[in-house]
């Protein structure tokens, strides 16, 4: 997403992997930028990725992060946050008990 687009989006769909138990500083600075940027959004949701056992930290982060810069936008679901497959840094893939869950976060976003 370009943040010197003129756009509105119904949502905006925020991922970050967890590094050290938060969102990447990237994504960071991208949710700072976004309140004076020339991007609408009507929603918002957001979801993470992690391998040990940092269930949702990532995801909260952000949604904390979000609702300080951006206090009126709205969460359009709780977040998602998903198990990679692997150890320390692996990139994957999902790991497959976590499938079913991404396929019904997907499907409530899109309603
Ligand atoms: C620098 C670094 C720090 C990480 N710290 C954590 C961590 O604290 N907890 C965790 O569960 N996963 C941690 N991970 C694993 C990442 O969450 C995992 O590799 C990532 O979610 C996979 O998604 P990606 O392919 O988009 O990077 C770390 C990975 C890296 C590279």
């Known amino acids: 997403m ?3 687009e003129d756009a509105s989006y119904d949502l ?13 500083g990237s994504v960071k600075k991208f949710i700072n ?13 957001v979801f993470d990725t992690y391998i040990l056992a ?5 995801v909260k982060k952000m ?3 979000i609702n300080e810069v951006m206090p009126d936008l ?13 150890k320390g840094t692996s990139k994957g ?6 499938l079913p869950k ?3 976060f997907g499907i409530e976003l899109a309603q």
Request: glycine share 6%; with cysteine; charged share 30%.
């Open 2 to 4: 370009n943040l010197k």
């Open 33 to 45: 930028k976004l309140p004076n940027s020339q991007i609408k959004a009507n929603k918002y949701a």
């Open 63 to 65: 949604e904390e992060q």
């Open 74 to 86: 709205a969460k359009a679901s709780s977040g998602l946050s998903i198990k990679v497959e692997g």
């Open 12 to 24: 905006i769909l925020i991922g970050s992997p967890n590094h050290f138990g938060k969102h990447v």
């Open 93 to 98: 893939p999902i790991a497959s008990e976590d």
């Open 54 to 58: 940092d269930f949702e930290k990532a």
């Open 102 to 104: 991404c396929k019904e």
